[in-house]
Nanobody
């Protein structure tokens, strides 16, 4: 059984910064890809950033150069550092972890509960 907890988010002014973290807990599993998504009201879910187990990162064009995704596998935690925020970043942000065995066999995806990020003056 894998439990997911998201932390961070909240309210920021335009140009400000926020950090999100997502931690997986439980026993006898590893995490492959970690991905952050977001969904704004009335819009479809959007992939924001992803990071593989070997540290390869990808970003959507809308956040490239402003957001940084990272991970700490000793803590089974993923991070999303968001800078130079603007109103279009306002959304609920979700983390998605690919859960695997220690040998790398895929088991299932695990999702965080979602954190609201609001950018407003």
């Amino acid at each position: 059984q894998v439990a997911m907890d998201e932390f961070g988010g909240g309210l920021a002014q335009p140009g400000g910064s926020l950090r999100l973290s997502c931690q997986a807990s439980g026993s006898a599993f590893s995490v492959a890809d970690m991905t952050w998504y977001r969904q704004a009201p009335g819009k479809e879910r959007e992939l924001v950033a992803s990071i593989t187990k070997d540290g390869t990162t990808e970003y959507s064009d809308s956040v490239k150069g402003r957001f940084i995704i990272s991970r700490d596998d000793t803590q089974r935690t993923g991070y999303l550092q968001m800078t130079d925020l603007n109103s279009e970043d306002t959304a609920v942000y979700y983390c998605d972890f690919q859960i695997t065995t220690y040998g790398g066999r895929y088991l299932h995806d695990a999702w965080g509960q979602g954190k609201q990020v609001t950018v407003s003056s």
